[in-house]
T-cell receptor
Framework: DTAVSQTPKYLVTQMGNDKSIKCEQN?????MYWYKQDSKKFLKIMFS???????INETVPNRFSPKSPDKAHLNLHINSLELGDSAVYFC??????????????FGEGSRLTVL | AQSVTQLGSHVSVSEGALVLLRCNYSSSVPPYLFWYVQYPNQGLQLLLK??????LVKGINGFEAEFKKSETSFHLTKPSAHMSDAAEYFCAVSESGGYQKVTFGTGTKLQVIP
């Protein structure tokens, strides 16, 4: 069983469209994250949820809206897609926020291409 | 605020040679330090981590790293490179206490030459 799974793995869409990426973890972790990796491989945190509560919200356009229906799921909805949104989006989870382990478990990524 | 600097965006080594990937960090509180590896078209996976205690930490696939507080460094080494080690390596830091925000370095691509 995949620990952190994201769908879709690839997404190609036109500018101005709205799209969603879904993430599920079966590790029983309390905290989930969205990271964005750009074409230069730079990895930047976007959001973090702890037990469905938003705890980290970096400087991200409000076109990006995370939603956590329960602690095992964290979805990312993007409105009015722009060319600069093209990137690989990674979902991750960890055992606890501010925990001692500090280990993040990553999904395989969702490659978004905006044309 | 915490930050990570990885020296060298590309490192090439011959198969069987020593691997040394450099990482320096900045943190206002005792840091937690990590090395992650990313293989092509995959997510990141943890190689090793330092939280407290022994400053030399061993990870998977024969990698190890040493936390040197005086040098604010956490360099990654492996005595003998294998072809399968070719990947992107990321150093990361998080600050102990509070909500965990992990900050990643810009990555070092390791090429292993046969």
């Amino acid at each position: 069983d995949t620990a952190v799974s994201q769908t879709p793995k690839y997404l190609v869409t036109q500018m101005g469209n709205d799209k969603s990426i879904k993430c599920e973890q079966n590790l029983g972790h309390d905290t989930m994250y969205w990271y964005k990796q750009d074409s230069k491989k730079f990895l930047k945190i976007m959001f973090s949820y702890n037990n469905k509560e938003l705890i980290i919200n970096e400087t991200v356009p409000n076109r990006f809206s995370p939603k956590s229906p329960d602690k095992a799921h964290l979805n990312l909805h993007i409105n009015s897609l722009e060319l600069g949104d093209s990137a690989v989006y990674f979902c991750a989870s960890s055992q606890e926020a501010g925990g001692l382990t500090g280990e993040l478990f990553f999904g395989e990524g969702s490659r978004l291409t905006v044309l | 605020a915490q930050s990570v600097t990885q020296l060298g965006s590309h490192v090439s080594v011959s198969e069987g040679a020593l691997v040394l990937l450099r990482c320096n960090y900045s943190s206002s509180v005792p840091p937690y330090l990590f090395w992650y590896v990313q293989y092509p078209n995959q997510g990141l996976q943890l190689l090793l981590k330092y939280t407290t205690g022994a400053t030399l930490v061993k990870g998977i696939n024969g990698f190890e790293a040493e936390f040197k507080k005086s040098e604010t460094s956490f360099h990654l080494t492996k005595p003998s490179a294998h072809m399968s080690d070719a990947a992107e390596y990321f150093c990361a830091v998080s600050e102990s206490g509070g909500y965990q925000k992990v900050t990643f370095g810009t990555g070092t691509k390791l090429q292993v030459i046969p």
